[in-house]
């Protein structure tokens, strides 16, 4: 079980998606490489893999991990879902919730939040504006992620091109349910970008393809975590 | 790379679904336990586990691995999917597709069907009756499995209940495309069962329930295969 | 355009859903019994027809008007998609939003709101516990209808089954947005449900089996609002 | 009842999707230009509308109507889906499914297929290569409409750039079923697109953005069929 009091902020969130430099056996290249940047750096770093990758990356580091989404079902007869107590089984400390690429509806944002909190593991929902950062918040997770679809994948950063979407969430999410926090998507791979991210009032940020695309995904990390 | 002519016929395709009985470590065990009955009875026994489970089965046991789902995206921004190339890596020999509890698009069975093919391994169109079957066949899969979806997990064998949709499958399918097999789905569980289903001019079956919840899988599974 | 202040409380809305006794020209005989028992009563009675009845029930009756799900979409290539401002022309007055039987993606829901507001019309977003009703308030609905699951179609009333659930939907609605007002759902169909319902805080109830499959929708109708 | 016999080829099926220019009022006036120019010409022009807008142009024309979809449900608690049972009691002569904006389950084309056949309507099954062609052949539509997704809406015709998937359709769907009739979608516009069309087998074509924001729609459908 996840100590909660372990994940002091800042902290790094990568989502691995599904490219493949981080699929199958370079996606535990890559967790090997943020666990050693994580190391080096002292900020706590979290892998996000796919399901298939979960139990190797789990078997060979010490990482933090997060699945990438949980099927809203229960025990049973679901050919082809990801069943939350078999990603708990096979090492998740959380779950990454609602991401763009994977949008949820909202009772099962809700249903899969409870059960993770329940759990006492980690819960990171992610939201696209304002309005639906308070929504995430109403259901209690760990963190919201604010991430405006516009930006994912662009390189162009949040904290830099909509700061007051991230101002705006942190004020209003704090408002609704003061013990979540907020991370910062889209767009974020340096070490000026995350400062930003930092100052707007946000507790991390969620990353994808600006470190995994990366010459050396380490050095990446720790250029993101250097100006903190 | 799957060698199919390795896959003489009978063969017996277990579908873990999302059973606890079938989930995380369990899965390992009922993969053990297909495995053993597999080589006890010389019947080729094929296992399709959830796709976080599937990396530790490889690890542990040489059984013919399915997915159950392969999602239809190409690598890339797609958090929270099941990537071929993914569960490549962690060791499937092919996979199941359109399960009546995953159901797909007819452009999607087609696209991953061919990924399959291209790459030599198994595809497995799960269908629902005598049309869909030839639809099915149309697209030029390893195996149609034909499931009323009425019967599954009733325990009510389609080959007695309903054999006309069997005989009709094979015969039609056989019109349509005469390299691919027909297996038979649902509800079926004894010897009995199996040994009709072989009557009927299918070539094996896709199991789950009546296997996954028996108190002994692997006699289950002798049995199954006994009157053949 | 829809004068809000029109929608006095307490407020009647009847979801029509697909029933063949609410469908077609059923439809049509369905919307003027509503609007004959809101002359009757002098309740406020609103119609949420499927999209295909919306014009003939327009045409013929001057009943307020749902559509029961609204694509978030924007015009162009969306085959078979129900478009925005094809329903506002053919006569709607807002929209039910995210029906247990037709739930919406957080990020859609929003969309979806936020158009309605800009054209002052009425949304409905329906919701199934306190947190969702929450979440739902964050986006700034003209309404929230809270309908339990596992009562919608059973005709036990959410007010009797589960008053906590509607008092504390009102209660932390109010605390997030004391604008959105609460719709009662599920199992409400007699003058005593709506009168529970309205003791409990809401301003109105959410309809559907209960009347339209009445011997006398017109009765029921005056029946439900006779002891308010 | 459509009488099938009235369908004589080739047939042009304009599809309305959801652009403003045929929505609400405007597909009215498209469908009036559709009707006209199939008065003039003597060939079979066929609107397929959003849901919304059937009855209004049922009431105001005689034009033949398919709907862009049919949700594959029963009467009953579907709130927000498209019953088939109300689009017929509003005017449908048939439908398209399966269009690749709106892509559907193999099991439930069969199912809203099996359903028009029984009520001797029209079912166009749209497909986008020839496997999918042989597949939706097997489950006995009027028509298979051959799309490759590539071409829809860029103006480039599937007849001229790819001829080889369009006779390959008509080839491979007369085997599978020679009742079956493959029409011709994508990028057809003009005169000459269609005359290509029909000269590699097909019976008709499957039109949209092409003719619907023509600045004369009319026109443009009278040149369409010019050189038949």
């Known amino acids: 079980m996840i100590q909660l009091y372990k994940l002091k902020s800042p902290i790094v969130i990568l989502n691995f998606k599904t490219y493949l430099e981080s699929s199958g056996e370079n996606a535990l290249n890559l967790a090997k490489a943020l666990e ?19 139990y190797r990356i789990k078997d060979e580091t010490s990482i933090l991990l ?39 509806e909202l009772a099962d944002i809700d249903l899969i939040t409870q059960k993770l909190n329940e759990n006492q593991l980690i819960s990171c929902i992610c939201s696209n504006n304002v309005s639906t950062s308070m929504a995430a918040a109403s259901l209690n997770p760990t963190f919201v992620a604010i991430e405006p679809p516009e930006l994912i994948g662009t390189g162009i950063p949040v904290s830099k091109a909509e700061p007051e979407v991230v101002e705006g969430s942190v004020k209003n999410v704090r408002k609704i349910n003061k013990d979540v926090k ?43 975590v250097s100006k903190i």
Do not use: W, Y
Not at 36 to 50: C, D, H, K, R
Not at 71 to 76: A, L
């Open 36 to 54: 050693s940047a994580g190391e080096e750096s002292g900020i706590t770093m979290v892998a996000s893999p796919q399901a298939a990758d979960i």
């Open 182 to 224: 907020v991370l910062c998507g889209a767009g974020i791979s340096t070490g000026e970008d995350m400062a930003q991210a930092i100052e707007l009032g946000a507790e991390g940020v969620l990353l994808a393809s600006g470190i995994i695309k990366a010459d050396n995904p380490k050095e990446a990390l720790l250029d993101l």
């Open 66 to 104: 997060l699945s990438q989404h949980i099927d809203p079902i229960s025990p049973g007869g679901n050919t082809g879902a990801n069943l939350f107590e078999t990603l708990l089984d096979n090492g998740i400390d959380g779950s990454l919730l609602n991401h763009s690429e994977k949008r949820m």
